[in-house]
């Protein structure tokens, strides 16, 4: 069964990972926004965690 999930108000997230550690990254609102389209348009399958940003970074084992 296939649901239709809005993504257009939808938050982008992104974690560097280097050497096989997550690292915070930093750029402008401008590339920030372009990054956030085009994530959002190739988004083709969405998986529901059932869990908040705080719960999956302790899944993962990521300590900020």
């Known amino acids: 069964m296939?649901?239709?999930v809005n993504?257009?108000?939808a938050t982008v997230n992104l974690i560097l990972t280097i050497n096989g550690y997550a690292h915070l990254v930093?750029?402008?609102q401008d590339?920030?926004?372009?990054i956030s389209y085009l994530v959002?348009?190739?988004t083709e399958v969405?998986?529901?965690t059932g869990r908040n940003q705080l719960e999956l970074?302790?899944?993962l084992n990521y300590k900020s």
Do not use: C, W, Y
Not at 31 to 34: E, H, K, Q, S, T
């Open 2 to 4: 296939s649901t239709e």
């Open 7 to 9: 993504v257009e108000n």
């Open 26 to 28: 930093g750029m402008s």
């Open 31 to 34: 590339n920030l926004d372009a």
């Open 40 to 42: 959002k348009q190739a």
């Open 46 to 48: 969405v998986v529901p």
């Open 57 to 59: 970074n302790e899944f």
